[in-house]
């Protein structure tokens, strides 16, 4: 079992950047790709980056790509997710979450993953 505890959330003005962690523990880290998702006020949840269980592989929605950066520190079992340009459309509750790939997995799943920490709220003011 993995846990997973996200943290940077916070109020930042548009044009702004933050930094998101998740941190994750309770199993071997490596063998995991981690997502980060969002949902908004009143909307679906969506996916917004992935990174595969060696940093080899990223995946960014559309909404994202150019802004936000994704990596990843095993050393430390820990994702980050970089936000630039930040919007007011960015504000949501932003979930990290864990698939099981393996290690030798190198892929970046957006659907079926296997546990999901509680969400660090990121509000972007016009």
């Known amino acids: 079992e993995v846990q997973l505890v996200e943290s940077g959330g916070g109020l930042v003005e548009a044009g702004g950047s933050l930094r998101l962690s998740c941190a994750a523990s309770?199993?071997?880290?490596?063998?995991?790709?981690i997502g980060w998702f969002r949902r908004a006020p009143e909307k679906e949840r969506e996916a917004v980056s992935c990174?595969?269980?060696?940093?080899?592989?990223?995946y960014y929605a559309d909404s994202v790509k150019d802004r936000f950066t994704i990596s990843r520190d095993n050393a430390k079992n820990t994702v980050y997710l970089q936000m630039n340009s930040l919007e007011p459309e960015d504000t949501a509750v932003y979930y990290c979450?864990?698939?099981?790939?393996?290690?030798?997995?190198?892929?970046?799943?957006?659907?079926?993953?296997?546990?999901w920490g509680k969400g660090t709220l990121v509000t972007v003011s016009v």
């Open positions: 979450a864990a698939a099981y790939t393996g290690v030798f997995g190198d892929y970046v799943p957006i659907v079926g993953m296997d546990y």
């Open positions: 309770g199993s071997t880290f490596d063998g995991y790709a």
């Open positions: 990174i595969s269980n060696n940093g080899n592989n990223t």
